[in-house]
């Protein structure tokens, strides 16, 4: 083996983002200065990407259990039991910053690598969602990295054929130098088929199958750990290539092999690559492993020990494979043209050995790799409270219904119709509310009634004033757009996209909200099941706004008792849930006065319970006709989606006495819904009837938005400023 000289091993340390004091650490464990390759191995094993170093002890404390959770953290993807013998796999994860450097490629192998989360575990991929910040349209390169990510999304996922039907998008300039790229997959299997990731059986063959290696992505994890600098176009060979349809070949194919007996334990090569995946697979079994690297089918002359092992190229697999079954397992992968070698085995020896031309590459005791990676519990500051703001001391320098008109019209609640035409939601024929229709997508069974009803959600100007509500709103926003549509949340995945751990400012962000979610999770029974962190979310020391994104995922007993927002005339409007007009932060607040301050709407726990669970109950016994959640922009803004959506007017009624006008129409108070219904009578009864606070608030009808002052706005006038935006400010930039 050759040994690296102490001061060139120190220097590429640094390099590589390992720290003077890990870099010991690496130096006590081994007993002598690194190779090039075991170097490589401890910088990205031990990266924030791959240990989680600095959020670990945080993550902790999030409640992972329920009856119906089968795995939870810790597998490549979290599992939930949801009826009929089957199981819901679903998992979020980031590629933040291969997105600003290259957008079509680093959303697009986002889109695959989270897809392999999925399927390596069994499960049969049925939808795609995604959690999309950027920032200002007209800071440098944005217009190029939107228009890039969203065709980057689209390519991947309409060419593997699973249907993207779901998501969100935020715009704020503390992403001009940073935009975030969450993708979200969730799949289905047999709850008797699920396959684990820990290797085992001493002796067992190592089998790499799907794309051939080169030298893309190298280092990718490293360069995920790390804040960007004015240099980041130089770090665009840190970016993974992908091939949606080779992609297709590798599900078909390795779901055929998982209908066999042959396979012991199976791991994506995702961030690290072959270095994470076979480390993780042996650590988790507490075995070793050793592998060949001469063996690695490579599509590049000349490639190092180092290279392969630390190589991101896309649509790989490692599996461990029971004696006997190579060449069973071989005739699938060829069948479906794809890559597939022998390139090591499992021993006792509790180590990791890399051979390459005969000659040791590696040779590293794996428990310590892991025991003694970095765990850090770094110094935290909380984030001042800001003052409620008093409705009454504020302005209002519109009225209602010119504030109304801008604000469909703004970047944050505009139609996003432009990005979801490049996604085909239909593929596969399951998918049964499309993006636009409701608040959460819903794909039903093949073969079933049942239903799954998914959502992504997160409100970042909340994080920002308060961590710790905004982590819990965005949990409870999941829950209540799933249950919006009459599902029952089942379980959650995060990405939790956050600035540099090291400023205590930015970790007492981490550290609040997931206080804040933790809590949500527990009053709603609705736990953590799989998740990402995506740290250093910082270029040239500006850093994002804290954004813990929530994946939601829910079951329906009959996709026929799902409902969408759109209204239809003749229907009595009813509000659910307490008003008194919040502003603190809210979108009228920002977009009308050009204010970002005040504290975000608290978050009532016991109301969300209360109120969610109240509202699903009157979806499923057919007493709604159709349900939006109240989040941005508050009440007028969800009176005006549902309008648009039915192309249909309404005729509202006055604001209660007590709340200003313009609070009543655009605060953001929370845990409420907007009811349409036959009877209004009759749902306020059985709204008194269960202590939830409801009120009649209008009647569907005509093709206008009327107040109750007369002032009124056409329904086709705000379907033209809500639809216009994107296309315009785009045009021309598609490629």
Known sequence: MQLLPADRAAQLAAEFGLKPDEHARMLSILGRSPSLTELGIFSVMWSEHCSYKSS??????????????????GENAGVIAIGDGLAAIFKMESHNHPSFIEPYQGAATGVGGILRDVFTMGARPIANLNALRFGDPSAPRMKRVIDGV????????????????????????????????????????PVDRIFLSAAAGIGNPVVYVGSKTGRDGIHGATMASAEFSADSEEKRPTVQIGDPFTEKLLIEACLELMATDAIVAIQDMGAAGLTSSSVEMASKGGIGIELEMDRVPQREEGMTAYEMMLSESQERMLMILKPGAEAAAEAIFRKWELDFAVIGNLTDTGRIVIR???????????APLESEAPLYRRPTVETPKQPVLDAGAIDDPLGPLPALEKLVGSLDLCSRRWIWDQYDSTVGGQTVQRPGGADAAVVKLEGLRRALAMTTDCTPRYCQADPEAGGAQAVAEAWRNLTALGARPLAITDNMNFGNPEKPEIMGQFAAAVRGMGAACLALDFPVVSGNVSLYNETQGRGILPTPAIGGVGVLEDAAQAIGLALAPGLHLVLVGETRGWLG??????????????????????AERRNGDFVRAQILAGQVAACHDLSDGGLLVAVAEMAMGGATGVRLSSPPEGVFAHAWWFGEDQARYLLAV????ALLHAAADAHVPARLVGRSGGGDLVLADGSSISVARLVAAHEATLPALMQGEAA
Not at 167 to 178: C, T
Not at 356 to 366: C, M, N, T
């Open 56 to 73: 670990r002890i945080w993550l902790k404390t999030l409640p992972t259990k329920a009856p119906w959770v089968i795995h939870g953290p």
């Open 356 to 366: 390459h031309h005969g000659v040791i590459e590696a040779d590293i005791l794996l």
């Open 150 to 189: 969203v065709r980057g999304i689209g390519g991947y996922g309409n060419c593997v054929g699973v249907p993207t039907v779901g998501g969100e998008v935020n715009f704020h300039p503390a992403y001009n130098g940073n935009p975030l790229v969450n993708a979200m997959t969730v799949g289905i299997a």
């Open 678 to 681: 036959t009877d209004g009578a």
């Open 585 to 606: 932060q809210s979108l009228w607040l920002r977009e009308i006065l050009g204010r970002e301050d005040g504290a975000p709407p608290p978050v009532d726990l016991p």
